[in-house]
């Protein structure tokens, strides 16, 4: 494959980030919009290009003779030479998950593009304040996240998780003027880099001890006689030499590293117990909470988890217990977040919280995954979870901005019956809540059954566990849905339009979502993306199927019950478990736990010493400094008194003593 | 009485010379005196000079041309000062040294 | 009688330079003072002659009492009224000069008398350093050569008169 259209990929979001963010303000609010929009169509356009040629092609640098995907670099830079066995190179690596992903970053990139062009005006037509400044972020995430995923060696990767993480910041605070949105910028920032330090860390010992950074030297053999190519999985972790001799601090070295890195993506993937950012960050515009914190940005832990699958499976197969750890967080984080979703009043916060618990899933998935079963069912079921939960979620996001765009607030007692009002975004939400909550034939019960099998085939309480988070997320998804559309008439304020559909830059990305969330399941997934390129067949269990879609089936049911018609049964629930309702709407006070751990703790008691420390006893010795020489200049500015024979005199005086002294020790000695 | 020139004799008179210029520049109120006083000073080193030049490295010329220079230089000095004095004395009437204390802390 | 010449010359130079010195610094107008400075610096250059430095004494004349002395003089005329006396000095301030001229005396007589060896030797022949030899000193670069000096001389020179003109012309604006 040439080179052009990948660089293209990466230099349009970057260039048109260039343009609009030097000369947006030059440009009327309408054109900033267009040519932001079309540019990410254009590079919509040469994601599918690239994905098509990679998936469909059997260009013999993609696809080898017995059919297994292979990855392919396209081109890899040097960039930073530090020295001959040290340089940080930026490239483009094409696999199945990379290849996967430039389509669902596209995907989603455009249609947030198209939307805001609705959503970042008034009513009455009247643009957002930073119109074009909001374009010139998204397309600064856009090339950083696509940058991400084609990371070519872990070091590329690092520097755009920063970036991500930049413009994540950057589109948090998109409303700089709103405290809160502020304080959650700085907020998403600090724990994110908190989790990037441990990243870090990982990266170093993990390059130390491979002497690479190159992805495909740790998990990919190269394909004899081809340039470029790679087959994952055969040589992964050949690089150790000696694995049972390396440790660090005691532990083995690659489950530390490994564990550290996945401390990264538990920061970007809001895991617990770094989730805290996650829900603050939806003080940003509704469609970058579609686009960062709900269907790209947020996966790119789990992405990462992925793209280092191999060495995850070759330490579980030397006894380390990196893939146990990864499942652990993230079935304890899917159950957690499944239960606050149950009782929040915000409904973009509800979808937040839905979203860790989603992506919790995929974390699941990856860390069940394992060769006995099924060849890794759980790594493919993870990834085309990603897929779909990127369409379905991205989907209920910017159905939730059309709402709140529509009727004002985030807060779901403001709307209430909206279903005869905005019947389309009706329509599209149901849809989504639908797909997440697995009912067939929409696409969330294809990968959320893959998900439900290979936890099945690995260990029996994790099935058990992640069914009945599958149970909760039906159940609060659609306890929003019936909160939001049905409960009550809607009441129209006097004075006030009634809520109606959105334009159609906002209403059309809903659909085509809501046509892609419907039908994703349909794609052979196992045939497109697998850990190690090797094509299967999926095939549906339909036992675990028909028990989850039973166990959805309830819960929304019981959803139904409680909320289709205004009714006092979710008061007596909420009265029948107080306290469990009341630390589930507090979210379990983890972010009072933080808040008592950074104030009451570490700026107490260290922050505080220290800072006396300098106040009193380093800037207290300067300060000592300057006023002794204060006052000696006080006592002796007598002496400068103008006068100039008194200054001669006194220098004759120093010179006659020197004088003196020089001739009498000459007078004396020689 | 047959006494040969030697150098105390000259440096004598340029050492009494000089010890004249220290007083009249410690006691004298009007800047130009102070300044004839400076110029007695600088003359009794150019003596030193050409006396130690001559009676000690009598084949070399390097004492005579620091003479020479020093001429120059306080040619030039004198020039500067008396441009200042004229213009302190245009500030203040009067050419008293006690005037320019300008540069008190 | 040559010798003695020589002698009758030393001792009467000698006495001008130490009176007009004094008198130069202790007569209360201004005037005189810069006529007394004008003696004193006519001394100093028949001591040059003495001692064989003919261009010296020759420069000295020239500049020092032919140049700085005028504009001395033209500066009494701008600042002061030539006919005033200066006022008495007070007894502490003349004591005070007294003991400074007389310490720097003492230390210095000490340091002569003490290298009396090295000093009360009798004036070794020289010849007469004659205008060619200075001039290519003056202007030579290599060994002994003054080029240097010279030049940056000259530039001070330049900008002292700029210099001159710039603090002593009268401000307009003020």
Known sequence: ?670 | MNIELNALMFLIPSLFMFCCGIYGFITRRNMIAILISLELMLNSVDINFAVFNRFLFPGQLDGMFFSLFAIALAAAETAIAIAIIINAVRLSRDADVKDLSKMKF | MDQLGGQIVYVVVALAIMAFSVLAVTTRKILRSATFLLFALFATAVIYFMLDYQFLGGVQIAVYAGGIVVLFVFAIFLTSHPGDNSAKLTSRKELTGILAGLAMLIVCGWAFLDRCTTFAKAMPEMKNPDMSVIGNRLLSSGEGGYLLPFEAISVLLLACIIGGIVIARKRTND
């Open chain 1, 1 to 670: 494959m040439e080179s052009l259209i990948p660089v293209l990929i990466l230099a349009l979001p970057l260039a048109m980030f260039l343009i609009l963010g030097l000369f947006g303000n030059y440009m009327s609010h309408k054109w900033a919009g267009i040519i932001g929009t079309t540019s990410m169509g254009v590079v919509m356009a040469l994601c599918y290009f690239v994905a098509y040629q990679y998936f469909f092609s059997g260009a013999p640098e993609f696809v080898d003779a017995d059919g297994n995907r292979l990855q392919f670099i396209v081109f890899n830079q040097d960039w930073l030479a530090l020295y001959e066995k040290l340089v940080i190179r930026i490239g483009f690596l094409l696999d199945p998950i990379s290849a996967m992903m430039l389509v669902v970053i596209s995907t989603i990139s455009f249609m947030v593009h198209l939307y805001s062009n609705g959503y970042m005006r008034d009513h009455h037509g009247v643009w957002e304040k930073g119109f074009q400044r909001f374009y010139a972020f998204l397309s600064l995430f856009s090339f950083s996240m696509l940058g991400l995923v084609v990371a070519t060696n872990i070091f590329q990767m690092y520097i755009f998780w920063e970036l991500v993480g930049a413009s994540s910041y950057l589109l948090i605070g998109f409303y700089y003027t709103k405290p809160s949105a502020v304080s959650a910028s700085k907020k998403a920032f600090i724990v994110t880099r908190f989790a990037d330090l441990g990243f870090l860390i990982g990266i170093l010992i993990l390059s130390f001890y491979t002497g690479t950074f190159n992805f495909t030297d740790m998990t990919s053999a190269p394909v004899a006689g081809m340039d470029n190519v790679y087959q994952v999985g055969m040589a992964a972790g050949s690089i150790f030499q000696n694995p049972a001799t390396m440790s660090f601090l005691g532990g083995s070295l690659l489950t530390t590293a490994l564990i550290l890195i996945f401390i990264g993506g538990m920061g970007k993937s809001a895991m617990m117990p770094l989730h805290i950012w996650l829900p603050d960050a939806m003080e940003g515009p509704t469609p970058v909470s579609a686009l960062i914190h709900a269907a790209t940005m947020v996966v790119a832990g789990v992405y990462l988890v992925a793209r280092l699958f191999p060495l995850f499976m070759f330490n579980e197969a030397n006894g380390g217990f990196a893939l146990e750890f990864v499942t652990i967080v993230g079935a304890i984080t899917a159950f957690y977040a499944a239960m606050v979703a149950c009782t929040q009043l915000d409904i973009k916060r509800v979808l937040a919280f839905s979203t860790i618990s989603q992506i919790a899933f995929m974390m699941v998935s990856l860390g069940v995954s394992r060769e006995g079963y099924h060849e890794n069912l759980g790594y493919m079921a993870g990834m085309f979870h990603l897929f779909t939960h990127a369409m379905f979620k991205a989907l209920l996001f910017l159905g939730a901005g059309a709402l709140i765009h529509a009727v004002g607030s985030n807060d779901y007692t403001a709307m209430h019956g909206l279903r005869k009002y905005m019947p389309i975004t009706h329509i599209t939400f149901l849809v989504g809540c639908l797909a997440i909550a697995g009912i067939i034939p929409f696409s969330g019960f294809f990968s959320k059954d893959e998900i439900l099998t290979a936890c099945f085939g690995n260990n029996i309480v994790a099935y058990v566990w992640m069914s009945l988070v599958a149970g909760l997320t039906a159940f609060y998804m659609f306890r929003l849905y019936y909160l939001i559309f049905w409960w009550k008439e809607h009441k129209v304020h006097e004075g006030h339009h009634a809520p109606h559909d959105q334009p159609w830059t906002m209403t059309l990305p809903l659909i085509i979502l809501a046509v892609v969330a419907t039908f994703a399941g349909f794609i052979p997934f196992g045939k497109l993306v697998t850990w190690n390129g090797e094509p299967y067949t999926i095939h549906i269990n339909w036992t675990v199927a028909s028990i989850s879609l039973t166990i959805a089936v309830l819960a929304i049911a019981l959803a139904t019950i409680m909320y289709k018609k205004e009714n006092p049964l979710p008061a007596k629930m909420k009265n029948a478990f107080p306290n469990l309702w009341r630390w589930c709407r507090n979210r379990f006070y983890w972010d009072e736990l933080y808040m008592f751990i950074t104030h009451k703790i570490i700026f107490n008691g260290i922050c505080s010493p220290i800072a006396w420390f300098d106040r009193h006893i380093i800037d207290g010795t300067m300060d000592a400094f300057a006023t002794v020489t204060n006052k000696a200049s006080y006592a002796i500015r007598g002496l400068q008194s103008g006068k100039l024979q008194n200054y001669v005199l006194v220098y004759l005086i120093g010179a006659l003593i020197l004088g003196g002294g020089t001739v009498a020790i000459m007078f004396l000695f020689f």
